[in-house]
């Protein structure tokens, strides 16, 4: 079993940025893929961006550019940045992990509003 535990959501204004983490609970010596998704009232939940632990990334299109995922060293948090904030990017944010099967956190509101 594997834990995830997100942080870093929140409310700021257009144009602003902020940092999501998600801390595993323990370290994975083999292949799997770490992602965040986002789910807006009323929408399906969407892939926003992910890596492995190769550091392949990917990225919706609606955030490249703006959205950066990245792995600490020691592989057991990973962050989304984003930066240049935009009011459609209000959602609920989720880590995911695929290892074996989706393992989810618990999700963490980001609002961008004026």
């Known amino acids: 079993q594997v834990q995830l535990v997100e942080s870093g959501g929140g409310l700021v204004q257009p144009g602003e940025s902020l940092r999501l983490s998600c801390v595993k609970s323990r370290k994975i010596f083999m292949f799997y893929i770490m992602g965040w998704y986002r789910q807006a009232p009323g929408e399906q939940r969407e892939l926003v961006a992910s890596i492995t632990s190769s550091n392949t990334t990917n990225y919706a299109e609606s955030v490249k550019g703006r959205f950066t995922i990245s792995r600490d060293g020691a592989e057991n948090t990973v962050y989304l940045q984003m930066n240049n904030l935009k009011p459609e990017d209000t959602a609920v944010y989720y880590c995911?992990?695929?290892?074996?099967?989706?393992?989810w956190g618990q999700g963490t509101q980001v609002t961008v509003s004026s």
């Open positions: 995911n992990l695929k290892y074996g099967r989706d393992y």
